[in-house]
């Protein structure tokens, strides 16, 4: 195995992560994969640039995580973005490819499923992303589903995202979601939204508007034996929300191309993404940028709360 590699520490963590993790300073961690396979280059690495500063300006760090030459980066650079954004092989990495990632060395764009996994164990307690991965329409017989949810039920974190992505099953999403305990708020929105789109069709299971309701959620989540992870959402804006039968037609087409042109596993929701954003004349790509940037603003309003909460329980105690 010729390229293997072999590197310590495991954990490469930014000063400024560092820090903020010692202190007790709110901390968001990022997916990376948006940089690297979300967005047409040059746009992606400007994107997660503006994403970072939608949570420095909510008060809290920003801390995108990656797979990098043997290391898992928390809290990536500049430049490590830049290289995410123009390297043609950077690998996707979901949880289960963690290890591998590692060991091959090279570049590794984490999924939401990672970056979960590396935000519980570095100690980091919010992650924000735009759409989570859910059950797949028709995984009554593929069983497709998604290892973010999964995830959710592994670690204890809180996790604010935009619902599921359009082309999922969210009626399906949800009730695996309550099979398996998770939570699910609605953040100023009882609807549970749908990415692109506000609404899925179904609600979540209870409306909070004040963070510092959800950090004393948060916290006496956390104190109960065995309890998951608290999935928040919030909704794309209004001004940035796309036409859900739009949507749904586009994706309807794009399915049955998939399907005609024998597309399948992971490779049919980059097909139908694809495929939506050219139906839609790149409207899709902006809404996915405005989706980004707003649960990235969300989460950091939330994790300051969470923050303060606990450094005030701290200080009493």
Excluded: W
């Excluded at 293997?4 to 820090?19: I, N, Q, Y």
């Amino acid at each position: 195995m010729s390229d293997v590699v072999v590197s310590a520490p495991l954990f490469r963590l930014s000063d400024e992560v560092r820090d903020a993790l010692h202190t007790g300073r709110p901390v968001v961690a990022l997916e990376s994969n948006v940089v690297a396979h979300g967005f047409r280059r040059p746009a992606n690495v400007a994107i997660a640039l503006e994403v970072e500063q939608a949570v420095r300006d909510g008060g809290a760090v920003p801390a995108t995580i990656a797979v990098a030459d043997g290391h898992i980066v928390v809290g990536a650079n500049s430049q490590e973005l830049e290289r995410l954004g123009t390297a043609t092989d950077v690998a996707k990495v979901t949880s289960r490819d963690l290890a591998v990632a590692l060991a091959r060395g090279g570049l590794g764009a984490t999924s939401i499923s990672a970056t979960m996994a590396v935000a519980n164990q570095v100690g980091i307690a919010t992650v924000a992303s735009a759409g989570l991965g859910g059950v797949h329409r028709g995984a009554e017989t593929t069983m497709d589903i998604s290892a973010d949810l999964t995830e959710l039920a592994r670690t204890r974190l809180l996790v604010v995202c935009a619902g599921v992505k359009k082309i999922l099953d969210a009626g399906l999403t949800l009730e695996f979601l309550e099979t398996q305990g998770t939570p699910v708020i609605g953040y100023r929105h009882r609807g549970f939204p749908a990415f692109y789109c506000r609404d899925s069709g179904y609600d979540t299971q209870v409306r909070i508007d004040d963070p510092h309701r959800l950090a004393e959620i948060a916290r006496f989540h956390r104190q109960l034996a065995g309890s998951s992870s608290l999935l928040i959402t919030h909704p794309i804006p209004a001004a940035d929300a796309l036409d859900g039968d739009a949507i749904e037609a586009a994706i309807r087409q794009a399915l049955a191309r998939a399907d005609a042109e024998h597309v399948t596993g992971p490779a049919v929701t980059t097909f139908v993404l694809k495929a939506v954003d050219a139906a839609t004349g790149g409207a899709a790509a902006a809404a996915n940028r405005a989706v980004l940037i707003s649960t990235a603003a969300a989460a950091a309003e939330i994790e300051a709360a969470r923050a303060a909460l606990e450094r005030g329980v701290a200080h009493v105690g």
